[in-house]
């Protein structure tokens, strides 16, 4: 092995910052799951009873299915009557009301995270609610963005609150039926962020939401919905971590948006959970189930997603485009290291006439990170004109490492134009001696070139976040001058 | 400042630079001519650092420190500069940040504070009015895309970004039509300095008519086989590299 290539693994080799254990009081469910830990479940959430029934069809449902096995990624079965399905940290009343009443000790884990849930310090223009475990503990800005009609809640608080749009909107993106880890998300889920967006608002910040992943031995089943009325605008991030365990913990959340007539959606998700040691023990299994429909005409969903995270990660964030004229975006960084593997990719589904849909795919494997790019392209019979365009580009540091793409093309209307375009390139001793030559330290000319790979896609995301994103790649900021 | 000595040095099991010995002074101009395959580009790569070449025997000082034992990015910081004969492009990172990143890195060694965007765009600018670069390649990416003159002027403007202490341009001349020719040996012959030394490597004696130098070294399988003045410059041109190693046949056999 050169020496540049050896630098390469060193730099990349670089341990994770976020894996501390936070000690604190949790009420959790014992292991295992049956009809009595679901109906504990929404029990303790006080839930209606629409809610108890839907889970429990959700449950019967997954006893009858199995694990799918067509993905490329390979890991041990899990054991699925191993795993307690909610914990939360115990606090005197059944939830904290406001920030105040949080145990210091979440706030310092939030904070150590770099996460910061005081109003006054929370960065401008950033909304944040913080999933820790199975529960929602903070929601900031709530009463501002109330004044404008926007919820923006723990989805257990929306089930109280706003009992009616929980029931017209949840599982319609995604049915409970719809797959194996959406159907056991469907029966468990725990809690999440729910937001709406009345008509003609534009939400006049980003909102974000933090999932943590603390306690040992418990998955985290998390269910996102966000509805844009017509004519609405958000922009929604997502950020994640969890401490470091031998053991593998699994993530298993949905997500489910829905933008009507005329609304604009942009979910961006910095992911960057444990994603096991060197040697490939412990680490997060993520599998998720993201999807959104563009119900209305002239909507427009897109998804931007950094990951660094995971032992695997099993997730495709999908657009289906109904309303005509509707557009679907797909920007997407996988970074894969040590023995991490992606199964990632994105499904466009054009249904309405001038549909169009953009696919941006960045993969960048290192050590023996195996990271593959699965896509599909479907046009209905009714996509007049629909349009598509994808790009996968995939980046290999080390020799050891391998990058897969897998696009699916499913055409059923003859006016319909999809292109399709891919590379993999390598980084050369080439770039890397002609940065060091001119001063740069190796690991930064790594993060350099890792980061202008990245750029069209970190393009997609708002500043802070972009600027977490190339962090997150250890890569510094492109300067102002570029 | 530089003092190459006895420098044997090869890839791959191949010995390329059999015997190197040359010493260069600060405010000297030096020129290393050859033919194709002679080992000039690998004697400037190994100078400025590149992995992967064996040296089986020799030393090479610089400013009193032992340079094969430094990696490139501590060569770069102590004033070695090397022009590249083939720029690398860098897809993504603008010209203006990467050269941005290297001046600075160069400066936190010298102890300097870091220019800010502000006082580094005007130095930028400055400098590329100079080479009659046009300030749209600023944002593009690093040498992507660029015509082959445009990548050679990006490297002289480095260079003039950088001040070197110690310049090696490889082949910075080939590719380029006669004005831009004109451009580069101007921009090259304002970095002399008595406390700057540099060294053209060319194929060609078309640039030493534009940038005189003070010696001029014939490379010849991997030996310098013959040091003399400017004008030994023009009598390889009409004489052609062949007559050199006429002279040295036992070397040449060697
Ligand atoms: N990586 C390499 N592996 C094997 N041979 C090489 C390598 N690089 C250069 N060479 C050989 O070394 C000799 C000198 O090359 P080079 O230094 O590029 O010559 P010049 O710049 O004078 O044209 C050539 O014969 C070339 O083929
Ligand atoms: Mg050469």
Redesign the interface.
């Known amino acids: 092995m050169?020496?540049?290539t050896r630098q390469l693994d060193e730099l990349i080799g670089r341990e994770y910052r976020h894996g501390f254990v936070t000690t604190l009081e949790t009420d959790t469910v014992p292991r295992g799951l049956n009809e009595e830990v679901i109906r504990m479940i929404s029990a303790r959430k006080h839930e209606p009873h629409f809610m108890l029934e839907w889970r429990l069809k959700a449950f019967r449902h997954w006893f009858t299915m199995r694990e799918p096995q067509w993905a490329n990624i390979h890991h041990p079965p899990i054991d699925y009557q191993n795993i307690s399905y909610y914990s939360a940290p115990r606090s005197g009343k059944d939830g904290p009301r406001s920030l105040s009443d949080l145990d210091p000790e979440l706030l310092r884990t939030y904070e150590k995270l770099g996460i910061p849930l005081k109003e006054q310090e929370v960065l401008a223009g950033v909304a944040v609610d913080a999933v820790f475990d199975s529960v929602s503990v903070a929601t900031t800005f709530k009463e501002k963005l109330a004044e404008l009609g926007i919820i923006f809640c723990p989805f257990s608080e929306a089930v109280q609150k706003h009992p009616e749009l929980v029931q017209q909107y949840l599982g319609s993106v995604v049915p409970y039926t719809d797959n194996f880890f959406a159907t056991l998300n469907s029966a468990v889920f725990s809690d999440g962020s729910f937001c709406y967006i009345p008509p003609g608002v534009r939400c006049p910040m980003e909102l974000s939401t933090y999932f943590r992943i603390n306690e040992r031995n418990t998955g985290q089943f998390e269910r996102t919905l966000i509805i844009a009325d017509k004519g609405a605008y958000v922009s929604y991030l997502e950020g994640c971590t969890a401490p470091m365990r031998d053991e593998n913990q699994l993530h298993a959340a949905v997500v489910e948006l829905v933008a009507l007539e005329d609304a604009q959606i942009k979910y961006a998700t910095v992911q960057n959970w444990y994603p096991g040691d060197k040697e490939g023990k412990g680490g997060i299994y993520n599998f998720v189930t993201k999807r959104g429909e563009c119900r209305g005409a002239n909507s427009h969903i897109s998804w931007t997603r950094v990951e660094t995270g995971s032992a695997i990660t099993w997730k495709y964030p999908s657009v289906v485009l109904l309303g005509d004229n509707s557009v679907g975006e797909f920007y997407s960084v996988a970074l894969t290291n040590h023995h991490q593997q992606a199964d990632t990719g994105t499904k466009m589904t054009h249904v309405g006439r001038n549909t169009r849909s953009t696919v941006l795919s960045k993969g960048i494997s290192a050590g023996y990170g195996q990271n593959t790019y699965r896509g599909l392209i479907k046009v209905l019979p009714g996509a007049e004109n629909a349009r598509n365009y994808t790009q996968c580009d995939s980046l290999l540091l080390g020799e050891q490492c391998g990058a897969h793409t897998m696009p699916y093309i499913e055409v059923r209307n003859p006016t319909a134009q999809v292109e399709h375009e891919a590379s993999t390139s390598r980084i050369?001793?080439?770039?890397l001696?002609?940065?060091?030559?001119?001063?740069?330290?190796?690991e930064?000319a790594v993060s350099?070139?890792v980061?202008?790979?990245?750029?069209?896609v970190f393009q997609n995301l708002p500043m802070e976040f972009a600027v977490e994103a190339q962090k997150l790649l250890g890569v510094?900021l492109?300067?102002?001058?570029? | 400042m530089l003092s190459i000595m006895n420098l044997h040095a090869g890839i791959n099991g191949k010995d390329i630079l059999r015997g190197i010995d040359l010493e260069v002074r600060a405010g000297e101009v030096h020129a290393i001519m050859g033919p194709n395959g002679s080992g000039k580009s690998t004697l400037a790569?190994l100078l400025?650092?590149?992995?992967?070449y064996q040296v089986t025997a020799g030393s090479v000082r610089y400013l009193e420190q032992d340079l094969l034992t430094m990696?490139?990015?501590e060569?770069?910081?102590a004033g070695i500069?090397?022009a590249?004969q083939y720029?690398?492009?860098?897809?993504?990172?603008?010209n203006?940040?990467?050269?941005?990143?290297?001046?600075n890195?160069?400066r936190k060694?010298q102890g300097l504070s870091e220019l800010d965007?502000m006082d580094?765009?005007q130095l930028?600018r400055d400098k590329m009015k100079l080479l009659r670069m046009d300030e749209l390649l600023?944002?593009r990416?690093v040498n992507e895309g660029f015509s082959g003159g445009e990548k050679k002027r990006n490297e002289v403007l480095?260079m003039a970004v950088?001040e070197p202490k110690l310049a090696i341009l490889d082949e910075t001349d080939s590719g380029l039509d006669i004005d831009a020719l004109k451009i580069v040996a101007d921009g090259v012959n304002g970095m002399r300095d008595p406390q700057r030394a540099i060294v053209l490597v060319t194929h060609y004696q078309r640039l030493l008519e534009f940038i005189v130098p003070d010696v001029v070294h014939v490379l010849s399988q991997g030996r310098i086989v013959r040091s003399g003045k400017a004008d030994l410059a023009r009598e390889l041109e009409q004489r052609g590299y062949g007559w050199v190693e006429e002279q040295h046949p036992a070397r040449k056999a060697a």
């Open positions: 050169s020496t540049a050369g001793e080439d770039q001696f002609y940065c060091t030559q001119r001063g740069i330290a190796p930064e350099m070139i980061s202008g790979f990245c750029k069209a510094s492109e300067g102002s001058t570029g | 790569q400025a650092g590149r992995d992967g990696p490139a990015e060569r770069a910081r500069f090397l590249f720029p690398v492009e860098i897809p993504g990172v603008s203006a940040l990467f050269l941005k990143t290297a001046l890195s160069i060694q965007a580094f765009l930028l600023l944002p990416a480095q950088l």
